[in-house]
């Protein structure tokens, strides 16, 4: 059943008022900023932080992505990680991407395996064993492929896509390798020649894509690059070739100029198995540089769209008809391009109703000297909402990849957290206008009717994550010590994890886990379309009382290369009770779910309303 | 509207514009200053603004040459906002305030306003821009990039339909500027929420060639400054000058290619072609001569000679190029088609019926379809 109408694409748009004013004519260089979030560090209330607690926690995680020099773009994209719930004890742990020291030594083998970390409970972790996987790894996806009721993996990486199923035992297991057999497959320590590209994932999207209660998967895949003999330098050959520069310092080269590679599609069985089912899934893909995909209801019809941000190149919104046939819509719907019309350097992608209007907004991450960009659900279309916000003056000299619309304080209003670092060493030479390590950022949002309110959160604490510059790449969230608050995961290039703690104040919230009938409860003849048994799709609106309604979508995808925790997180403020909590499932039903009091973690399975709640500490 | 609009779309390549002919004759200083800053420009277009504050600093600071030149400061300020942190107060900090010529003061205000766009000051850079925020046209209605600032600042405060008049405008005043396709992205954009497709799509593939143009030019341009002996990126260059209707750029690319290499056959045909766009047809049939003399079986450069030899009246010349080609090695090739309709109607036209027929049954058999006959026009 649909929520709403579905985008009638080419229809016009409301144009919105002038933007704030940044200042009067008499005043030097620097603009005021626009409307203010009341509260927050500047006005000396507590301010709030997420501070890295990862080396006491046990979190041992450091990432190798080949030479500090950075002589190919396989070396420059870092890792991807992963929350999920292994065991089935209640708590998340984490599950990490990994590369190698030097592209000799994929080459070489053996190759990296996935590093897994279990929670021992209160966010303390220990180091576990891989699952035995051996290559270059990047991006992982979560979600229940087998429908056994447990978190299962997928994990992408230059040359392999490995399917993972978790056992009773909490282990993940190679269940299946997609790319055996073919080209596209690099094997860590087998006779390569020169001139082949492996197919090179990055980020992956798990999600029902055609209602059969399956989850099938979207493989964002980024440029054809040779390990045997990379280009270095130049692009081309003899008097016509291209120098690989930046700023006129050299660089590596890619991937503009370069390749790319078409994503793929595979539909699920439900089994734990995938097939590919790119041809029919994504009849008329133009292929990109894909770095980051995220899958949502953009124009809530009940189906599951996708986003892919490209590298470079337009990005794509591919709406879905229902059956897991996609359409790029994305220049109709004005999120393609830059406002300037050029193709942007689109690196993570995170969704959230930032406007309280019950449809999923969303922000994505750019290159230095592009922005971060804020983009608001019109219902036919996107309104770029960046400058009005003043997100290019705040990120225009940042390299931003991962990304987050979250309720950290849990004052209903969702942050906007960036996990930055630049892709070049260069960039710390003199005259470029960034630098290589960046620190990680995080905003208080405010956008309502014609208000706008963006305000830095300024870490006062020196293990903050937002204090000291890094080189961050995927980060993930979850509430690793259970106390009910967000907290935030942070891979960085060649360096150890963060684990970003919620210090923030305490609102009151509410903490929702949805999940589809289990696999024994469905009727096999049952035609109509099925929520996962993981509950993934399913849509959550939570309106407070007295306050602006809030919505959320279990789609763990999001960010640059990782998964997040299919919990949702709802931020009450002061209030110490709700007036409707409502979900929508993907098969359609709609629970009313009534009102009910803050403080508590809700497990509502579909048809059964809530079958388990606990109060947060 | 549409229709208006796809033709005002259609100026985006028109004809030659060189900086050279428009420069006052007195000051060779003045010269030496607008060759700079036209260097400047190159530099900023192929994204090296380091190398334009390492020379620009001195010359637009306050005792510098240039200090008071805000066509000169408009670029440095550039330059730093590309390349210093933080940018904004950087590039601000050179042009606020500063004393400047007269006819320069309106590139300073622009870049100013264009600088608060950058920095989303919008509100502050239509104040810049305009007079009253109702006004239909910029403070500086004959300079284009202040029409193409206030689209700009327009569109990125939401009123799309506010902007499209202005940018409009900036595409009309400066068809080939490299931020049309940026003009024109938000064009088709304000287009597709009037629900208008078509022109969307115009709009939307005028950019989409312009803006692969730009590129192929800033790969040009790059390629030739690192490796300036090598003639192919010239004769590439000179290439996308001629498609874009631009014969007098086109003619300076191949003017340093052979002072370079002085025996470069295609450098010479590609000058005459650039000539003959311009009108000069005795400087192009000089060109091609010199083609012809590096690469004998040159068969565009002997046809476009014959051609010219033709015009004039030359119809002995004309007959002799136009029989090289037919009777020589490389006949049948498909660039050799008309001169064979070329000769068979000169010998029609001097009487020679047979000789003519058999030129023409030649010309037919390769696989030419017009008629013997010019048709009447």
């Given at each position: 059943?649909?929520?709403?109408?579905?985008?009638?694409?080419?229809?016009?748009?409301?144009?919105?008022?002038l933007?704030a004013?940044?200042?009067?004519?008499?005043?030097?260089?620097?603009?005021?900023?626009?409307?203010?979030?009341?509260?927050?560090?500047?006005?000396?209330?507590?301010?709030?932080?997420l501070?890295?607690?990862?080396?006491?926690?046990?979190?041992?995680?450091?990432?190798?992505?080949?030479e500090?020099?950075?002589r190919?773009?396989?070396?420059?994209?870092?890792?991807?990680?992963?929350?999920?719930?292994l065991?089935?004890?209640?708590d998340?742990?984490?599950?990490f991407?990994?590369?190698?020291?030097?592209?000799?030594?994929?080459?070489?083998?053996?190759?990296?395996?996935?590093?897994?970390?279990?929670?021992?409970?209160?966010g303390?972790?220990e180091?576990?064993?891989?699952p035995?996987?051996?290559?270059?790894?990047?991006?992982?996806?979560t979600?229940?492929?087998?429908?056994?009721?447990?978190?299962?993996?997928?994990?992408?990486?230059?040359?392999?896509?490995?399917?993972?199923?978790?056992?009773?035992?909490?282990?993940?297991a190679?269940?299946?390798?997609?790319?055996?057999?073919?080209?596209?497959?690099?094997?860590?320590?087998?006779?390569?020649?020169?001139?082949?590209?492996?197919?090179?994932?990055?980020?992956?999207?798990?999600?029902?894509?055609?209602?059969?209660?399956?989850?099938?998967?979207?493989?964002?895949?980024?440029?054809?690059?040779?390990?045997?003999?990379?280009?270095?330098?130049?692009?081309?050959?003899?008097?016509?070739?291209?120098?690989?520069?930046?700023k006129?310092?050299?660089?590596?080269?890619?991937?503009?100029?370069?390749?790319?590679?078409?994503?793929?599609?595979?539909?699920?069985?439900?089994?734990g198995?995938?097939f590919?089912?790119?041809a029919?899934?994504?009849?008329n893909?133009?292929p990109?540089?894909a770095?980051?995909?995220?899958?949502?209801?953009f124009?809530?019809?009940?189906?599951?769209?996708?986003y892919?941000?490209?590298?470079?190149?337009?990005?794509?919104?591919?709406?879905?008809?229902?059956?897991?046939?996609?359409?790029?819509?994305?220049?109709?719907?004005?999120v393609?391009?830059?406002?300037?019309?050029?193709?942007?350097?689109?690196?993570?992608?995170?969704?959230?109703?930032?406007?309280?209007?019950?449809?999923?907004?969303?922000?994505?991450?750019?290159?230095?000297?592009?922005?971060?960009?804020?983009?608001?659900?019109?219902?036919?279309?996107?309104?770029?909402?960046?400058?009005?916000?003043?997100?290019?003056?705040?990120?225009?000299?940042?390299?931003?990849?991962?990304?987050?619309?979250?309720?950290?304080?849990?004052d209903?209003?969702?942050?906007?957290?960036?996990?930055?670092?630049?892709?070049?060493?260069?960039?710390d030479?003199?005259?470029?206008?960034?630098?290589?390590?960046?620190?990680?950022?995080?905003?208080?949002?405010?956008?309502?009717?014609?208000?706008?309110?963006?305000?830095?959160?300024?870490?006062t604490?020196?293990?903050?994550?937002?204090?000291?510059?890094?080189?961050?790449?995927?980060?993930a969230?979850?509430?690793?010590?259970?106390d009910?608050?967000p907290?935030?995961?942070?891979?960085?290039?060649?360096g150890?994890?963060?684990?970003?703690?919620?210090?923030f104040?305490?609102?009151?919230r509410?903490?929702?886990?949805c999940?589809?009938p289990?696999?024994?409860?469905r009727?096999?003849?049952?035609?109509?379309?099925?929520?996962?048994?993981?509950?993934?799709?399913?849509?959550?609106?939570?309106?407070?009382?007295?306050?602006?309604?809030?919505?959320?979508?279990v789609?763990?995808?999001?960010?640059?290369?990782?998964a997040?925790t299919?919990?949702?997180?709802?931020?009450?403020?002061?209030?110490?009770?709700?007036?409707e909590?409502?979900?929508?499932?993907?098969?359609?039903?709609?629970?009313?779910?009534?009102?009910?009091?803050?403080?508590?973690?809700?497990v509502?399975?579909?048809?059964?309303?809530?079958?388990?709640?606990?109060?947060?500490? | 509207?549409?229709?208006?609009?796809?033709?005002?779309?259609?100026?985006?390549?028109?004809?030659?514009?060189?900086?050279?002919?428009?420069?006052?004759?007195?000051?060779?200083?003045?010269?030496?200053a607008?060759?700079?800053?036209?260097r400047?420009r190159?530099?900023?277009?192929?994204?090296?603004?380091?190398?334009v504050?390492?020379?620009?600093?001195?010359l637009?600071?306050?005792?510098?040459?240039?200090?008071?030149?805000?066509?000169?400061?408009?670029?440095?300020?550039?330059?730093?906002?590309?390349?210093?942190?933080?940018?904004f107060?950087?590039?601000?900090?050179?042009?606020?305030?500063?004393e400047?010529?007269?006819?320069?003061?309106?590139?300073?205000?622009?870049?100013?306003?264009?600088l608060?766009?950058e920095?989303?000051?919008l509100?502050?850079?239509?104040?810049l821009?305009l007079?009253?925020?109702?006004?239909?046209?910029?403070?500086?209605?004959?300079?284009?990039?202040?029409?193409?600032?206030?689209?700009?600042?327009?569109?990125?405060s939401?009123?799309?339909?506010?902007?499209?008049?202005?940018?409009?405008?900036?595409?009309?005043?400066?068809?080939?500027?490299?931020?049309?396709?940026?003009?024109?992205h938000?064009?088709?954009?304000?287009a597709?929420?009037?629900?208008?497709?078509?022109?969307?799509?115009?709009?939307?593939?005028?950019?989409?060639e312009?803006?692969?143009?730009?590129?192929?030019?800033?790969?040009?341009?790059?390629?030739?400054?690192?490796?300036?002996?090598?003639?192919?990126p010239r004769?590439?260059?000179?290439?996308?000058?001629?498609?874009?209707?631009?014969?007098?750029?086109?003619?300076?690319?191949?003017?340093?290619?052979?002072?370079?290499h002085?025996?470069?056959?295609?450098?010479?045909?590609?000058?005459?072609?650039?000539?003959?766009?311009?009108?000069?047809?005795?400087?192009?049939?000089?060109?091609?001569?010199?083609?012809?003399?590096?690469?004998?079986?040159?068969?565009?450069?002997?046809?476009?000679?014959?051609?010219?030899?033709?015009?004039?009246?030359?119809?002995?010349?004309?007959?002799?190029?136009?029989?090289?080609?037919?009777?020589?090695?490389?006949?049948?090739?498909?660039?050799?088609?008309?001169?064979?309709?070329?000769?068979?109607?000169?010998?029609?036209a001097?009487?020679?019926k047979?000789?003519?027929q058999?030129r023409?049954?030649?010309?037919?058999?390769?696989?030419?379809?017009?008629?013997?006959?010019?048709?009447?026009?």
């Amino acid at each position: 059943m649909a929520r709403a109408l579905p985008f009638l694409w080419l229809v016009p748009l409301l144009p919105a008022g002038l933007g704030a004013s940044c200042g009067s004519e008499e005043a030097p260089a620097r603009p005021t900023p626009a409307a203010t979030v009341p509260s927050g560090a500047e006005q000396g209330s507590p301010a709030g932080d997420l501070r890295d607690e990862a080396a006491e926690r046990g979190l041992a995680y450091v990432n190798r992505s080949g030479e500090p020099a950075k002589r190919t773009v396989l070396e420059a994209n870092g890792p991807g990680v992963a929350v999920l719930d292994l065991g089935n004890d209640g708590d998340l742990d984490l599950v990490f991407s990994q590369g190698l020291a030097t592209l000799g030594d994929l080459l070489r083998g053996p190759g990296a395996d996935l590093e897994v970390f279990e929670n021992l409970g209160g966010g303390r972790f220990e180091r576990r064993p891989g699952p035995g996987l051996s290559g270059w790894w990047t991006g992982l996806a979560t979600g229940d492929l087998d429908g056994d009721g447990d978190t299962d993996l997928v994990a992408g990486g230059f040359g392999g896509l490995a399917v993972l199923l978790q056992d009773e035992q909490g282990k993940l297991a190679p269940r299946q390798d997609l790319l055996e057999g073919s080209r596209d497959r690099l094997v860590p320590g087998e006779p390569r020649q020169a001139g082949e590209a492996p197919l090179w994932i990055t980020s992956l999207a798990l999600f029902d894509a055609d209602g059969d209660g399956n989850l099938d998967l979207y493989a964002g895949a980024y440029v054809a690059l040779d390990p045997v003999a990379p280009p270095v330098g130049e692009l081309g050959e003899g008097a016509l070739s291209v120098p690989c520069q930046w700023k006129g310092y050299k660089v590596f080269c890619g991937p503009h100029g370069m390749r790319p590679q078409a994503d793929r599609f595979y539909r699920g069985a439900g089994d734990g198995t995938l097939f590919d089912a790119s041809a029919k899934a994504l009849p008329n893909h133009v292929p990109g540089y894909a770095l980051a995909v995220a899958n949502f209801d953009f124009e809530g019809d009940g189906d599951q769209d996708v986003y892919v941000a490209n590298d470079s190149v337009a990005n794509l919104l591919l709406l879905n008809d229902g059956r897991g046939v996609f359409t790029d819509v994305a220049y109709s719907a004005g999120v393609a391009l830059s406002m300037d019309g050029r193709g942007e350097a689109g690196m993570g992608v995170a969704f959230g109703d930032v406007d309280h209007d019950l449809d999923l907004d969303f922000a994505l991450t750019n290159f230095s000297g592009e922005p971060t960009s804020l983009y608001l659900n019109q219902k036919r279309g996107f309104r770029n909402e960046t400058f009005r916000l003043g997100l290019q003056r705040e990120t225009n000299a940042l390299l931003s990849w991962s990304v987050h619309l979250e309720d950290f304080d849990g004052d209903g209003e969702l942050e906007l957290f960036t996990a930055n670092g630049h892709v070049y060493p260069q960039a710390d030479q003199p005259d470029t206008g960034t630098s290589y390590a960046q620190a990680d950022t995080l905003w208080h949002l405010l956008v309502r009717g014609d208000e706008r309110g963006l305000r830095r959160v300024v870490p006062t604490d020196p293990r903050s994550i937002l204090f000291a510059p890094s080189s961050s790449r995927g980060s993930a969230l979850g509430d690793f010590d259970g106390d009910g608050a967000p907290d935030l995961v942070v891979a960085h290039i060649d360096g150890p994890a963060a684990l970003g703690m919620n210090r923030f104040p305490r609102g009151n919230r509410l903490v929702v886990r949805c999940l589809g009938p289990a696999r024994t409860e469905r009727l096999e003849a049952d035609a109509r379309a099925r929520t996962p048994v993981d509950g993934s799709g399913a849509w959550v609106e939570l309106v407070p009382k007295g306050g602006l309604p809030q919505a959320r979508q279990v789609a763990t995808s999001q960010g640059y290369q990782s998964a997040s925790t299919p919990w949702l997180h709802f931020g009450l403020g002061a209030a110490n009770e709700y007036g409707e909590l409502n979900v929508h499932w993907p098969s359609g039903r709609v629970e009313r779910l009534g009102a009910g009091s803050a403080g508590r973690r809700l497990v509502v399975r579909e048809g059964k309303g809530i079958v388990s709640e606990e109060r947060l500490p | 509207m549409s229709a208006a609009w796809i033709a005002a779309l259609a100026l985006v390549f028109p004809g030659k514009t060189r900086v050279e002919a428009q420069l006052a004759p007195q000051a060779e200083v003045q010269t030496d200053a607008t060759a700079t800053k036209e260097r400047w420009r190159e530099l900023l277009g192929i994204d090296l603004p380091r190398e334009v504050l390492g020379e620009g600093e001195a010359l637009v600071a306050p005792q510098g040459a240039l200090a008071r030149d805000g066509e000169a400061l408009v670029l440095v300020a550039r330059a730093r906002f590309l390349t210093q942190a933080p940018a904004f107060e950087s590039a601000w900090k050179l042009l606020d305030g500063r004393e400047v010529e007269a006819a320069t003061r309106a590139d300073v205000e622009i870049e100013k306003a264009r600088l608060c766009v950058e920095n989303d000051d919008l509100a502050r850079a239509l104040r810049l821009l305009l007079e009253t925020p109702e006004a239909n046209a910029p403070r500086w209605p004959e300079r284009a990039e202040a029409w193409l600032q206030v689209g700009r600042a327009w569109a990125r405060s939401g009123e799309l339909q506010k902007a499209a008049r202005f940018l409009a405008r900036f595409v009309e005043l400066a068809p080939r500027h490299r931020e049309v396709p940026t003009a024109l992205h938000l064009l088709a954009q304000e287009a597709l929420e009037r629900g208008d497709g078509p022109f969307a799509k115009a709009c939307v593939s005028r950019a989409e060639e312009l803006s692969k143009w730009h590129s192929l030019w800033k790969v040009r341009t790059t390629q030739i400054r690192l490796t300036p002996e090598e003639p192919l990126p010239r004769i590439g260059l000179a290439q996308l000058w001629l498609q874009a209707g631009d014969a007098a750029k086109a003619k300076l690319a191949l003017e340093a290619l052979l002072a370079r290499h002085p025996q470069h056959a295609q450098g010479w045909f590609l000058l005459g072609e650039a000539e003959r766009v311009a009108g000069a047809l005795d400087a192009a049939q000089a060109a091609y001569t010199k083609t012809i003399e590096f690469e004998p079986e040159h068969v565009l450069a002997r046809n476009n000679r014959g051609t010219i030899h033709r015009l004039a009246g030359r119809a002995a010349e004309a007959r002799a190029d136009f029989e090289h080609i037919v009777d020589g090695p490389r006949s049948a090739e498909r660039t050799a088609l008309p001169a064979h309709l070329a000769l068979a109607r000169l010998l029609e036209a001097a009487g020679e019926k047979d000789a003519a027929q058999r030129r023409f049954a030649r010309y037919v058999e390769l696989g030419g379809r017009e008629p013997l006959r010019e048709p009447a026009r």
